[in-house]
C-alpha cells in the first residue's frame, strides 16, 4: 500500500519544498495560521470550562480542554502551513518570499 499523498494527488500550484522539514514549517506560520491556533485553543479552554460546570471538577476540565485545543490548533496551523509549502494550498505569499530570497 502506497502512503506518500504526492503519488495520488499532484499540488495545483507552485512546490516550494516537497517535504519541508519541522522548523521550516512552523517558521512558515502567517497570521491567520497563530489567529486559528489561538481560536480553537480559547473555544476549547471554554468548552472544557462548561464541560466542568456539572460534576464541579472546572479546573482540570478547563485544563484539559485547553490542552487539547493547543494540540489541535497547532496540527490545523501545521497542516496549512505545509499545505502551502508543498503546493496543496494557495501559496501567492510564500511563493513571491522564496524568490526574493533566491535571487
Known amino acids: 500500500m502506497n502512503t506518500d ?3 495520488s494527488t499532484k ?3 507552485p512546490v516550494i519544498d516537497r517535504n519541508p ?3 521550516k514549517t512552523v517558521g512558515n506560520f502567517n497570521t491567520l495560521d497563530y489567529l486559528r491556533l489561538i481560536t480553537i485553543s480559547g473555544v476549547s ?3 472544557g470550562y462548561l464541560s466542568g460546570i456539572r460534576p464541579n471538577i472546572r479546573g482540570p476540565s478547563m485544563v484539559t ?3 487539547i485545543g493547543v494540540m489541535g490548533g497547532f496540527m ?3 497542516q496549512n502551513s505545509a499545505g502551502r509549502l508543498m503546493g496543496f494550498f494557495p501559496n501567492e ?3 513571491a518570499r ?3 530570497y533566491q535571487v
Open 65 to 67: 480542554g485547553g490542552l
Open 11 to 13: 499540488p495545483e500550484y
Open 21 to 23: 522539514p519541522f522548523t
Open 76 to 78: 490545523y496551523a501545521y
Open 98 to 100: 522564496h524568490k526574493k
Open 5 to 7: 499523498i504526492t503519488a
Open 93 to 95: 505569499d510564500e511563493v
Open 45 to 47: 479552554v471554554t468548552v
